[in-house]
C-alpha cells in the first residue's frame, strides 16, 4: 500500500522558518521524482519544487526558488522541504506528490501569520 506521510507543517511568524518531511512507502522511492505542491485558503493547488530521482536536480518557482529548498534522503524514502523567510502569502496546506505515479499524502498545515 502506497503512502506518502507529511509531517513539520505549523504555525510561524512572518520571517520564520519550517521544515516539511514526507516519509514514503509502498514504492520503491529512489526511482522516483517528487514534488511538493500547496493549496493556499481559496485557491487551486499549485506546484513548489520538485527533484529528480537522484536529488541532482531541482526545480522550485520563482516565488519561493529563494527561499525554500527540495532535497530527499533515498536511504531514508524521505522528501524534505526547507522553507526559510516565510510570509503570510506561503499560507497553505502542502502535499508531497509522486509525479509519475500521481500519489498524494494527505497534506499538512503551514500557517504563517503574527
Known amino acids: 500500500q502506497v503512502q506518502l506521510v507529511e509531517s513539520g507543517g505549523g504555525s510561524v511568524q512572518p520571517g520564520g522558518s519550517l521544515t516539511l518531511s514526507c516519509v514514503a512507502s509502498g514504492f520503491a522511492f529512489s526511482n522516483h521524482a517528487m514534488s511538493w505542491y500547496r493549496q493556499p485558503p481559496g485557491k487551486e493547488r499549485e506546484l513548489v519544487c520538485t527533484?529528480?530521482?537522484?536529488?541532482?536536480?531541482?526545480y522550485c518557482t520563482d516565488i519561493v526558488k529563494d527561499r525554500f529548498t527540495i532535497s530527499r534522503n533515498n536511504n531514508k524514502s524521505t522528501l524534505y522541504l526547507q522553507m526559510n523567510s516565510l510570509k503570510p502569502e506561503d499560507t497553505a496546506v502542502y502535499y508531497c506528490?509522486?509525479?509519475?505515479?500521481?500519489?498524494w499524502g494527505r497534506g499538512i498545515q503551514v500557517t504563517v501569520s503574527s
Open positions: 506528490n509522486n509525479p509519475g505515479r500521481n500519489y
Open positions: 527533484l529528480n530521482k537522484n536529488g541532482e536536480s531541482t
